[in-house]
């Protein structure tokens, strides 16, 4: 049965304080593992997709990493407005829709 | 990118009651999908809504609860029946275009 993982459930940090989020997943068959940033009242907004071991992705502060097991989202010198849930999914080969996991809350105290 | 209108934002409803969610993307598709975000709990999948077709249900959600239409590729409903407390939650409609695409969802209070 696919199992998506994240830790920690919350996360607070100091403006500038770097820190990274874990994801791990069992999943038969990866076909894709995507991260997401949800705002309160918002539906998830689409950050990254990877797809093979040591594939790695950057958008501003935000980098995502992929092993075998686990992905990280690694936070450079996060700011405010950075604080949200970041929600990370896999997609089985195959299959279309996303297996998501509990999700991280960040906040970010300026 | 695919961009997706859903309304209502949110609404609350009395116990008993039924309520319509509708999804209207930019885009036509050929799946669409209903997920269910539970307060404080991540997104589960309810349904697999084809243009043409019966939606495809998962485990624990049935058609007589949420009876979902299809009449288009670019439009979609999800009706949350006979609600009880337990069915408030965020509804949301999601699109795959490369990546998966969501609307804004539409926040439920059952009271």
């Known amino acids: 049965e696919d199992q998506v993982t994240q830790s920690p459930e919350a996360l607070r940090l100091q403006e500038g304080e770097s820190s990274s989020l874990n994801c791990s997943y069992t999943?038969?068959?990866?076909?894709?593992l995507f991260w997401y940033r949800q705002d309160p009242g918002k539906g998830p907004e689409f950050l990254f997709t990877?797809?093979?071991a040591g594939e790695e992705k950057e958008k501003e502060r935000l980098k995502a990493t992929l092993t075998k097991k686990e992905s990280f989202l690694h936070i450079t010198a996060p700011k405010p407005e950075d604080s949200a849930t970041y929600l990370c999914?896999?997609?089985?080969?195959?299959?279309?829709?996303?297996?998501f996991g509990t999700g991280t809350r960040l906040t970010v105290i300026p | 990118s695919a961009v997706i209108s859903q309304k209502p934002s949110r609404d609350i409803c009395q116990r008993g009651t039924s309520l319509t969610i509708q999804c209207q993307v930019d885009?036509?598709?050929?799946?669409m999908f209903w997920y269910r975000q539970q307060p404080g709990q991540s997104l589960t999948l309810i349904a697999t809504?084809?243009?043409?077709?019966?939606?495809?249900?998962e485990s624990g959600f049935v058609i007589d609860k949420f009876p979902i239409s299809r009449p288009n590729l670019t439009f979609s409903t999800l009706t949350v029946s006979n609600m009880s407390p337990e069915d408030s939650s965020i509804y949301l409609c999601?699109?795959?275009?490369?990546?998966?695409?969501f609307g804004q969802g539409t926040r439920l209070t059952v009271v």
């Open positions: 809504a084809n243009q043409g077709s019966e939606a495809t249900y």
């Open positions: 999943v038969s068959g990866l076909r894709g």
């Open positions: 990877l797809y093979s």
């Open positions: 999601s699109v795959v275009w490369g990546e998966a695409f």
């Open positions: 885009s036509q598709v050929t799946m």
């Open positions: 999914a896999v997609q089985q080969t195959g299959a279309n829709n996303l297996f």
